[in-house]
């Protein structure tokens, strides 16, 4: 089964990786967060006390039997941009910003928040390389997908026909509703394929994000992708959605290591 509850944490995983690979798209089931931010949130800048914030993250990781000082996250900011961890963060330096986040040391645990916006697990067997990548519109445009693929092939030598990916939890199609801005970047990104992410219907237009992230992973040469097919704003007892919780929600954690 694709969900695993462990001491009261809740998430989920993909059949798609060995178990050599350690990794874990959390709920937000089994923290210590209050409404509007129950329970597990990770998030730190959504109005959350700092210390709930620091013993749901503790919780996450101890859950798949990682410890917190093996930490290697960043500042998000839908971009495309990469960086490569050789070791875990100095908790004490300013974070890098980026969407994309690598590495080939067992030693390391990537780790990234999110409420909507589309986690992409990497997995190359043949090169020992995890990657995780955050996507919403703007970086789906951006070619965030894309731009984890090249960075793999770049930094670690991966062949993209060798990449396992994933598509995590995230807001589906039918939830997506977005305006002329967005339509138009989508259009401009994907060209002629645009047609087939656009969806229109009773004067509203949607992105279907998934199948957008898919179709960057098939173009890269990706050739084994699971897709979760599960919408953050349909199951809100699992999952934290800012479209359907109007802003006024958490963020759960997305988490990835070599090492079963």
Known sequence: MPFTNNHGI????????????????????????????????VGGTVGDEAVRVRENRYRS?????????????????HSADAVCADAPRDLDAPLLQADIILTDQPHVTLYMRFADCVPILFFDPKQGVVGLAHAGWLGTVRGTTSAAVKAMRERYGSRPENILAAIGPSIGVDHYEVGPDVISRVRESFNSAADRLIQSRSGKTYFDLWSANTL???????????????????????????????????RFGALIALGG
């Open 61 to 77: 990781f101890a859950a798949l039997g990682r410890g917190i000082d093996s930490l290697f996250d960043v500042w998000q900011v």
């Open 10 to 41: 809740r998430y989920y995983t993909f059949d798609l990786f060995p178990a050599e690979v350690t990794h874990a798209v959390f709920t937000r089931q089994g923290g210590v967060s209050p409404q509007p931010w129950a329970s597990l949130n």
């Open 216 to 250: 960057q992973l098939q173009e890269a040469g990706v050739e084994k992708i699971e897709v979760a097919g599960l919408c953050t704003a349909c199951h809100l007892d699992d999952w934290f959605s800012h479209r359907a919780e109007k802003g006024k929600t958490g």
